[in-house]
T-cell receptor, first 117, second 114 residues
C-alpha cells in the first residue's frame, strides 16, 4: 500500500522569503501522480501543483515549484516570495495512475505554514 | 461556475442518531469522492463513485457508513448509529472523469457527535 509522510508539522517563514515543505512517499508503482494541496481555515482544499511521475521536469506554478526526486521518493514544495495569504495547512498527496482500480488520493498529515510580516 | 457544494456546513448530533450529509458536485462531473478528515490529520478516502455506481468503497470504516448517488449527480453519505469517533470533517470532491483530471473539493461538513 502507498503511504505519504510529511515530517514537518509546522513551518514558518518571513514575508517575501522562501520556504520548502518536505514530503516523502512509498510505492511500488512506477507511474503515479503527486500533488500539493492548500487548506486554509475555510476548509476547502485547493490544488497548488501537480507532478506526473513519468515527467523528468519539475512542475512550476508561478511562485510554487517542486523538487521531485523519483529514486529517493521525495516531493518537496518550494514557495518563493511568500505572502501572508500563503498561510495555511499544506498537504502532499499521491494518486495511482489507473482510474479502473481506484482513483483515491492518499494524503500526508499536513504541514501548517505560518507567514510573518 | 459553481463549485462543489456540501450541506449542511455543520451538523451536531447525539450519539446513536442517524445523519445524512449531502454533496452537490460540479455540473457534468462524472466522478465523485468522499473523504473524512479527523482533527490534525490529512483527509482519508471513504468511497468513490463513477456515475451512479460505487467504483471503490474500500475506505468505508464499517457497515454503519453508506453512500448513494442515484442519478449520477448529487450524493448522500449516510451514517447510522453515530459514535463520538465519527466526529470529523467530511469532504466531498468531484472530477470531470477519473484518472487524469483534478479533483475539486467542497468546503466540507463538520460533524460533531455528542
Amino acid at each position: 500500500a502507498q503511504t505519504v509522510t510529511q515530517s514537518q508539522p509546522e513551518m514558518s517563514v518571513q514575508e517575501a522569503e522562501t520556504v520548502t515543505l518536505s514530503c516523502t512517499y512509498d510505492t511500488s508503482e512506477s507511474d503515479y501522480y503527486l500533488f500539493w494541496y492548500k487548506q486554509p481555515p475555510s476548509r476547502q482544499m485547493i490544488l497548488v501543483i501537480r507532478q506526473e511521475a513519468y515527467k523528468q521536469q519539475n512542475a512550476t506554478e508561478n511562485r510554487f515549484s517542486v523538487n521531485f526526486q523519483k529514486a529517493a521518493k521525495s516531493f518537496s514544495l518550494k514557495i518563493s516570495d511568500s505572502q501572508l495569504g500563503d498561510a495555511a495547512m499544506y498537504f502532499c498527496a499521491y494518486r495511482s495512475p489507473s482510474p479502473y482500480n481506484t482513483d483515491k488520493l492518499i494524503f500526508g498529515t499536513g504541514t501548517r505554514l505560518q507567514v510573518f510580516p | 461556475g459553481a463549485g462543489v457544494s456540501q450541506t449542511p456546513s455543520n451538523k451536531v448530533t447525539e450519539k446513536g442518531k442517524y445523519v445524512e450529509l449531502r454533496c452537490d458536485p460540479i455540473s457534468g462531473h462524472t466522478a465523485l469522492y468522499w473523504y473524512r478528515q479527523s482533527l490534525g490529520q490529512g483527509p482519508e478516502f471513504l468511497i468513490y463513485f463513477q456515475g451512479t455506481g460505487a467504483a471503490d468503497d474500500s475506505g468505508l470504516p464499517n457497515d454503519r457508513f453508506f453512500a448513494v448517488r442515484p442519478e449520477g449527480s448529487v450524493s448522500t453519505l449516510k451514517i447510522q448509529r453515530t459514535e463520538r469517533g465519527d466526529s470529523a470533517v467530511y469532504l466531498c470532491a468531484s472530477s470531470i472523469f477519473p484518472g487524469h483530471s483534478e479533483q475539486y473539493f467542497g468546503p466540507g461538513t463538520r460533524l460533531t457527535v455528542t
